[in-house]
């Protein structure tokens, strides 16, 4: 095996692992959420309501939303509109999903940054939820390292972008 096919073998399987992991992820937050959810509701109706669920659903909502990044990333779901792209000729519809492939991923690369410079201030600030009173700036790097891992799965497609015709 050449280094080079070797090299691609290690990307497709870290990208492939990564991408098993933000599923997982994705699925037990909205599992979670669903029974946090339950719990709250049919505590309401005895009149005792899951104390923070709010809180609580508010956290898994944005790991949910955060590990779907990858999921949108690696599978090239982002809402498009491609008006004309069936008629581009051949060589023009690499450059494009190229280019697309690029600034998706230098956008991914803004958003994980941002959100790992806003978990810190909240962390310095020492920001607290108001129920739980939990460091809110906790939370915020948990949604930082799913958006790199976004990130990372990204960049593995940019890599791979003009390579296979397949990819739409």
């Known amino acids: 095996m050449t280094p080079l ?3 691609s073998a290690a990307v497709d399987r870290l990208d492939s692992g990564l991408f098993r992991l933000a599923q997982v992820i994705a699925c037990v937050s909205v599992f979670a959420m669903i029974v946090v959810t339950f719990i709250d509701v049919a505590g309401r109706h005895f009149a005792t ?3 923070g669920a709010a809180e609580f659903i508010s ?4 790991i949910a939303f955060f590990a779907g990044m990858s999921l949108v990333v690696r599978n090239n779901s ?3 509109a491609g008006l004309a792209v069936t008629r581009y000729p051949a060589g023009l519809r690499v450059v494009e999903r190229v280019l ?5 991923f230098l956008s991914m690369v803004g ?5 790992f410079v806003k978990a810190q201030k909240l962390l310095d600030a020492q920001m607290l939820t108001k129920f739980l009173e939990v460091q809110l700036g906790y939370s915020v790097y948990a ?4 958006a790199l891992i976004a990130t990372v799965i990204g960049f593995f497609r940019l890599l791979r972008v003009g ?3 397949d990819d739409t």
């Open 5 to 7: 096919r070797s090299f």
């Open 49 to 51: 309501p899951l104390p």
């Open 59 to 62: 956290t898994l909502l944005g």
């Open 78 to 80: 982002h809402i498009v």
């Open 100 to 104: 697309t492939a690029a600034v998706s």
């Open 111 to 115: 958003i994980t940054w941002l959100m």
């Open 143 to 146: 949604f930082a390292v799913l």
């Open 163 to 165: 390579i296979h015709d």
